[in-house]
């Protein structure tokens, strides 16, 4: 048996968006049906280097299959100016359950960008207004990227409004999708009125009002990954149609972790999770639904159902290097 080693291209080659939309919504569906096994990530806070390390460990099962694995991620903020190296880097290892043989170590990077453009997708299948035809993204970094694909899979998209305080960042986004729709740098204001709108920021202080909301806008606010994060104004929230991935990760570290730690928002103003939202417990969008917000923070299922994807993809079509991980070959044959 060998294990299989998948680079940033590989895992960009083969995370297919459809199936990587129906997988992640399949792994939202297991979480609300109690078919997962998901410890809460675990932080190592390394000041010294002013950066931390992640761990996201996960085992779901669909009914079709199964499967388990760790992400090892880390936000180290000096890497850009001081190394040349990404602020954040991930690496996810992905295991056959029944054995716990290693099937795959790949970069989790590349999947964490393709795994969250599906969340936001599947949140934006069932809150968005069917005829959503304009997309705006605030905040033109490497996330930006895979809520476009990601968002164009389920929606007719055609209009892209895209909006960040760095102009180069926006003139890259603008040049790789103007072949394929009406892009054009904006303010946050015009991003915030499209149909659909995520944000993908590290701000700590709101950067969309309710001024700027449209009427029947849908939000995934994408950014808020860590405890005083905060892109959305407290009033979109409570005025919105508010959706969670995860309870207890929202309310420490997703968007409305800090108008919850105030005491501004509760659990009456949460109106659920995603997860009973796609196994029919709780109704999505409904026509007196108005504003809408989805509040990711990503969970651990979310990469273990990409790299299921991307595994079973690179596998079949030959890809990647395998080799033998364990110094296995020979070890146990009679």
Known sequence: METLLLDSEDVASYAEMDRLIDAVEAA???????????????????????????????????????????????????????????????????????????????????????????AAAVATDHLAIEDARSLGIVGAGVQAYTQLEAIATIRPIEEVVVSDIDEDRVGRFVEAFEDRFAVREGTPAEAAACDVCSTVTPVEEPIVTREMVGDRTHINAMGADAAGKHEIADEVLLDAKLVIDDFEQCTHSGEINVPWSAGILDADDVYGEIGEIVTGKKPGRTPEDGLSVFDSTGLAIQDVAAAHVVYEAADANGAGYAFDLLGLAGRFET
């Open 28 to 118: 939202f569906a297991a979480y609300e049906r109690g078919d997962v096994r998901m410890p809460a990530k675990s932080y190592i806070d390394l000041p010294q280097y002013e950066g931390d390390f992640r761990s996201m460990p996960a085992y779901l099962d669909v009914g079709d299959w199964d499967a388990a694995g760790v992400k090892w991620v880390n936000v180290h903020t000096r890497n850009p100016s001081e190394y040349g190296l990404p602020t954040v880097m991930g690496t996810m290892i992905y295991s056959e359950p029944e054995t716990a043989f290693p099937r795959a170590i790949m970069d989790g990077t590349e999947l964490t960008m393709n795994r969250t453009g599906a």
